[in-house]
């Protein structure tokens, strides 16, 4: 019998990439460890601007009304998720990353792209000589979870979509007194791993920052 898949990323990809896990025969844990909000901002003149960066979909999915004006300038997106929620928005995408934002704002500065404007969260990392404005229009609060929920995941796969929930899922396990050597992992990229810390079990890493790749990583550590 397989380990059940622990789902961290917060809604609506939680329940998203826990559908796959369950078409997959899979037994889901659902256990976000964010809830992601918008903030109120107003975009600037387009004009000032070369390219438009996502190193998120939560930036494109967060970012209400007010995106529709950049909708002209081309977007250098993180992943495919973030490509896909960027044209859901109405904006038009010329590169979609295939690794991290690091690696994508290195493709942008390649590009000649040196006035990009920066669609982030309030808690972000991503910086360049590409860009010359970050503009917050989402936050992600941690939730709190009973020790004995984090205990459940004991003997499961957690799925890691980012270092933010690389850190926290960390902190949780730490705090609920959960042996990480119990606790296989798939992240979504080396950084994110990184982030994990050391200790766990096992930890794979998705070949590409996509859900069908991170999937396959899970599957990989699975038995």
Do not use: C
């Amino acid at each position: 019998m397989s380990r059940p898949v622990a789902i961290l990323r917060p809604e609506p990809g939680n329940a998203a990439t826990a559908a796959r896990v369950e078409a997959s025969g899979w037994t889901a844990i659902r256990l976000p460890l964010f809830e992601v909000h918008g903030r109120a901002w107003q975009a600037p003149d387009p004009a000032e601007f070369d390219a438009l960066v996502l190193t998120s979909a939560n930036a494109a999915r967060h970012a209400g009304a007010e995106i529709t004006k950049l909708a002209g300038l081309p977007v250098l997106a993180v992943g495919i998720a973030t490509a896909d929620a960027a044209r859901e928005a109405g904006l038009h995408v010329s590169l979609t990353g295939t690794s991290d934002a690091a690696s994508l704002l290195a493709d942008a500065r390649a590009m000649g792209v040196s006035r990009a404007l920066h669609l982030a969260g309030r808690d972000r990392l991503a910086t360049s000589p590409a860009i010359t404005h970050t503009i917050t229009v989402y936050a992600s609060d941690a939730l709190d979870h009973d020790p004995v929920v984090t205990r459940e995941l004991s003997g499961a796969v957690a799925l890691l979509h980012s270092p933010r929930a690389a850190r926290r899922l960390a902190e949780l396990a730490d705090a609920a007194g959960l042996n990480r050597s119990g606790v296989r992992l798939a992240a979504l990229s080396a950084a994110v791993a990184r982030a994990a810390g050391a200790g766990w079990d096992t930890v794979a890493v998705a070949t590409t920052p996509d859900d069908a790749s991170l999937l396959d990583a899970a599957q990989s550590v699975l038995g």
